[in-house]
């Protein structure tokens, strides 16, 4: 299917423990970004991607690892959870840097 | 510090008009963009502006002032299905896009 998909869709687990969040484009986009939306805060930027192999931090990259071996892939690691980062995570690409951002269905995860 | 203002929550009637507005200061601008999202969905590209004026797309509108650090969405002859959150977002002198926290619009009948 073309688009941009994530997975899980739904996540729990404890605090500690790593956890990792998919998301894949078919469009060969090169850029590729992770979000968080919290209740009462706009989209934060986690990390981005301008091509494979190149990740840069954004807003709130602490507690985050990303990686970009294959362009159409950019797994999220939650290298040890924790509370705080119970959210929504979404993914996103675009052609270019300056154009619009397409979202992929968003990943609900929750820290206990 | 980087800050994008637009109202929180605001009400309106099927088949107005309803204007949306968002104020911003960044480090550096390079275009404005209008989200739409509805509840447990994802965001969806609207609208961006990057020159100052009105840019009309169907019953959607979307102005820019730069000068002024302004920007406002329209909505014309408002439906059920317009009940969402609109997002104001300003891509910043690095390129990365500062989002503002949403305004949620509750169309009533």
């Known amino acids: 299917d073309a688009g941009i998909t994530q997975s899980p869709r739904y996540k729990i687990t404890e605090t500690g423990r790593q956890v990792t969040l998919m998301c894949h484009q078919t469009?060969?986009?090169?850029?590729m970004f992770w979000y968080r939306q919290d209740l009462g805060h706009g989209l934060r930027l986690i990390y981005y991607s301008a091509a494979a192999d190149i990740t840069d931090k954004g807003e709130v990259p602490d507690g985050y690892v990303v990686s970009r071996s294959k362009t159409e892939n950019f797994p999220l690691t939650l290298e040890s959870a924790t509370r705080s980062q119970t959210s929504v995570y979404f993914c996103?690409?675009?052609?270019?840097?300056?154009?619009?951002?397409?979202f992929g269905p968003g990943t609900r995860l929750t820290v206990t | 510090g980087q800050n994008i203002d637009q109202p929180t929550e605001m009400t309106a009637t099927e088949g107005a008009i309803v204007q949306i507005n968002c104020t911003y200061q960044?480090?550096?601008?390079?275009?404005l963009f209008w989200y739409q999202q509805h509840a447990g969905e994802a965001p969806t590209f609207l609208s961006y502006?990057?020159l100052d004026g009105l840019e009309e797309k169907g019953r959607f509108s979307s102005f820019l002032s730069r000068s002024k650090g302004y920007s406002y969405l329209l909505l014309k002859e408002l439906q059920m299905k317009d009940s969402a959150s609109y997002l104001c977002a300003v891509m910043d002198s690095n390129y990365q896009l500062i989002w503002g926290a949403g305004t949620k619009l509750i169309i009533k009948p």
């Open positions: 996103a690409s675009s052609e270019a840097e300056t154009y619009e951002q397409y």
């Open positions: 502006n990057v």
């Open positions: 469009w060969s986009h090169s850029y």
């Open positions: 960044t480090s550096g601008f390079n275009g």
